[in-house]
């Protein structure tokens, strides 16, 4: 009898703490059913409709959106835009924050004055810094009448060969203290004492670089990487405010494409599948470039 | 002899290794921080001052006067009040993010119920979805509410985030179990338990998941600029870019001031939670 009493006591406490926890999730879970889960099957379904968001009849075209995506030039121009964009921006960025990084490491004095200061970027709204960086690297801004007391100018925005590469440098100078916070964490949790008995063997600094800090700097690599390709994919507020999307569609890119064709052109079936191909493209990316990089390191 | 002429050498060649560093590093730094210098100087210059000096030789506040009297046809002002949507939209959306971040996390950490692995994962697995899949499919959701053009519509999308549950979920489990048990042999309640004892003891996860939701709610544009019509509900970086881009792209002064009032409170935000700031990226850079 009594074991019995202990038992349903048992149940009750834990149907009890059951209640609770389905409690404490239910307005995660109807939020995400809501904004997360229905929006998602939507731009699914929607991205095999023909569909002008305003008129009722949404016709089931198959995969005619998907195809017209693929035949449109535009895709094809933001697409190389975008890679011409990581091309600058990756190598630039991981120089510019290793190198910062490698110095911080070194000093120990304003260390934290310093990481600060190359953070301070990092918090400036893309609105603001779009226009600060327009103005300064206009024709007749104060960059180029500096650079004109050396006899050149540069038109950063308004030459289509090099207006992507300007926007690169720019986002280069919002995020490389952020990345080189990353690699400052990564390059603080490599042991000492590898480089201890390096030195003990003879390394050089050169052969320490490429053989110790390079390799077990690995993870932050990938994070960088990962976060670098995915912005590179997500660019729309620079070009946005500073070309929009010009000289030539020199700086159109995938998320200018969709905003443009669903919320100007109003054709909402073709900007869901353009937007499905876009993040297919962009987890292919992340995908290669992972199994390219990652190494597994161990050491200890 | 020889060995401690070696090791002052070396000394030497360290202090001349400190010395570039700390030269490259403020040189680097001046790189760093000359936008926002001029940024601001840019906002208190005469018109004729702003493309080609670098310091002004007089000082001006009529840019910032202009800015401030801004209006529409039919009202005024309409630049104070998209600051003040600007708090509004971010400052209920961080305090909507902690909250129930808080709550899932401790659900999903500390409680156990059927399903609980599922939604650990479906947390991941939301982490990893871009936002321009969502762009579309939540636009025509909020025309189907009626929510275009609402404080609301500008909110939904970002009232729970995964990565704040994510955040609170890894930290939670730390937290000791005997001070849980203790609670609840005190007769505290679940919410009691989370507000009053864990809370205040993740205080540093807390405080990097306000701060950096509200950085993001603050910068945010794309959203805004889909959801947002009316020029009197519009937060501040919606606005400015709209008279970037419109009317007032011939104004640098006006256009300064702007993004001088857009940086400034982050900025602020920043130097006032460097610590947080420093520790956050520090952490997404070691877990990933």
Known sequence: MQMLKRLIHGIQKRRFTELVGYGLVAPYVIYSLVFWVYPFLWGLIIAFKKWNIISPDKEFVGLDNFIRVIQDPLFWISFKNILFFMIVYIPLVIICSLSVALMLNRIKILRSFFASGYLMSYVSAGVAYSIVFNLLFAGDGLINSWLGHVGITIPWFSDPRIAMASIAMIVVWKFMGYYGLIFLAGLQSIPKSLYESAEIDGASNWTQFWRITIPLLNPSFIIILVFAVMLSFNVFTEPYMITGGGPLDSTQTFVMQIYHQTFTALHAGYGSSFAILVAIISFTFVFVIRKMVERDISYG | ?288
């Open chain 2, 1 to 288: 002899m020889g060995r401690s002429v070696r090791l002052s050498n070396r000394k030497q060649s360290n202090t001349l290794g400190l010395t570039v560093i700390y030269s490259l590093l403020s040189i680097g730094l001046i790189f760093m921080i000359f936008p926002y210098v001029w940024m601001v100087l840019a906002s208190f210059k005469i018109p004729a001052e702003i493309y080609n000096r670098f310091l002004p030789t007089q000082f001006t506040f009529e840019h910032y006067q202009t800015i401030f009297s801004l209006g529409t046809t039919g009202s005024s002002h309409t630049f104070i009040k998209s600051i003040f949507n600007s708090l509004f939209v971010s400052s209920i959306t961080t305090a909507s993010v902690v909250f129930f971040g808080a709550v899932t996390g401790y659900a999903l950490a500390r409680l156990n119920f059927p399903g609980k692995t599922f939604l650990n994962n479906f947390v991941l697995f939301q982490m990893l979805f871009p936002v321009v899949l969502f762009l579309i499919p939540r636009f025509l959701l909020m025309l189907e509410l009626g929510w275009i053009n609402t404080y609301q519509g500008m909110m939904a999308p970002f009232m729970i985030s995964a990565w704040a549950i994510f955040l609170f979920t890894q930290f939670f489990k730390t937290v000791p179990q005997t001070l849980i048990d203790a609670a609840r042999i005190d007769g505290c309640s679940e919410l009691r338990i989370i507000f009053k004892i864990i809370l205040p003891l993740s205080k540093s996860i807390t405080m990097i998941i306000a701060i950096f939701t509200f950085m993001a709610m603050w910068d945010e544009f794309l959203w805004y600029l889909i959801v947002t019509k009316d020029y009197n509900l519009m937060p501040l970086s919606v606005l400015l870019g709209l008279y970037t881009r419109g009317e007032y792209s011939s104004y640098p002064g006006i256009l300064t001031a702007g993004a001088t009032l857009l940086t400034v409170p982050i900025l602020a935000l920043f130097f006032l939670f460097k610590k947080y700031f420093t520790e956050g990226i520090t952490m997404s850079g070691i877990k990933g």
